[in-house]
T-cell receptor
């Protein structure tokens, strides 16, 4: 089954404790991206990657890091999480390098206390 | 960061009614997309639009890419209870490859 898989689905952590949210897709897509969803703000793009080893900042990249060492994986790293990073996070992938027609994962609900 | 203005924010409608929502931007986009999000799920693509003026249908859904490239519209005909959810528009600037999403329209259907 074609899918984007995020782990974990739910995470509660403490301020300053480094964490990684994994994202993997099995559709051989070039483009992958991360979003955060907050009430009233819709989805905001954090980082995106047009291909392996190519990443760029979205609209809200502060406090996040990403890497794209393999085509299928695009982990999101929070080096020192803070409470304002409490949010619902989505990973998505798209065929081609232009980002059209995104397929989303199930989401990761992160709470930073 | 940039966001798209999506309206209405929420709407209650009777089953069987038609629904319209729209999205506007101060910037030009090369691609407009419409997604639906069910509770506890990620957004799912409904319709993608690639040319100014384009009108595309997907079952009871019809979407249009505005001629100015700064807006898009989504219509749902004869709504049914499973249409409940949040609808998002998204613009893709192919110069920057960045995705910009609207703030969403929450649709509730009364049976």
């Amino acid at each position: 089954e074609a899918q984007v898989t995020q782990n974990p689905r739910y995470l509660i952590t403490v301020t300053g404790k480094k964490l990684t949210v994994t994202c993997s897709q099995n559709m051989n897509h070039e483009y992958m991206s991360w979003y955060r969803q907050d009430p009233g703000l819709g989805l905001r793009q954090i980082y995106y990657s047009m291909n392996v080893e190519v990443t760029d900042k979205g609209d809200v990249p502060e406090g996040y890091k990403v890497s794209r060492k393999e085509k299928r994986n695009f982990p999101l790293i929070l080096e020192s999480p803070s409470p304002n990073q409490t949010s619902l996070y989505f990973c998505a992938s798209s065929p081609g390098t232009s980002g059209r027609e995104a397929f989303f994962g199930q989401g990761t609900r992160l709470t930073v206390v | 960061g940039q966001q798209l203005n999506q309206s209405p924010q929420s709407m209650f409608i009777q089953e069987g009614e038609d629904v319209s929502m729209n999205c506007t931007s101060s910037s030009i986009f090369n691609t407009w997309l419409w997604y639906k999000q069910d509770p506890g799920e990620g957004p799912v693509l409904l319709i993608a639009l690639y040319k100014a003026g384009e009108l595309t249908s997907n079952g009871r859904l019809t979407a249009q890419f505005g001629i100015t490239r700064k807006d898009s519209f989504l219509n749902i005909s004869a709504s049914i209870p499973s249409d409940v959810g949040i609808y998002f528009c998204a613009g893709l600037n192919q110069g920057t490859y960045k995705y910009i999403f609207g703030t969403g329209t929450r649709l509730k259907v009364l049976a």
